[in-house]
């Protein structure tokens, strides 16, 4: 059973960054891919970016390109959110799955989820 714990939200103004941590527990890092998704109030939930269990690939959500960059270490996954806007605001949520490129189609390919943090961007 992979366990998955967020950290890292809270308020932050428009322009402004913010990293979430995710950290892994319960099976090695390294057999699962890492993705990250967001939920907002009254829509779906969205994918936002994710990476493979080698660090060495990465798939980006369109609203986020060239603003978000995913990373892992041992056991921790980190998404670095910066030049962020209002309609970023949402709770994120950390996920595992076997493969990062399927958790960018669908979250359907989740095995996991975290509980999620929320990120408030507002001045």
């Known amino acids: 059973q992979v366990q998955l714990m967020e950290s890292g939200g809270g308020l932050v103004q428009p322009g402004g960054s913010v990293r979430l941590s995710c950290a892994v527990s319960g099976s090695s890092l390294d057999d699962s891919d890492i993705g990250w998704f967001r939920e907002a109030p009254g829509k779906e939930r969205e994918f936002v970016a994710s990476i493979s269990r080698s660090g060495d690939s990465t798939w980006y959500g369109d609203s986020v390109k060239d603003r978000f960059s995913i990373s892992r270490a041992r056991h921790m996954t980190f998404l670095q959110m910066t030049m962020l806007k209002p309609e970023d605001t949402a709770v994120y949520y950390c996920?595992?799955?076997?493969?990062?490129?399927?958790?960018?189609?669908?979250?359907?390919?989740?095995?996991?989820w975290g509980q999620g943090t929320q990120v408030t961007v507002s001045s």
């Open positions: 996920a595992a799955g076997s493969r990062a490129a399927e958790l960018a189609k669908s979250s359907s390919y989740v095995d996991h």
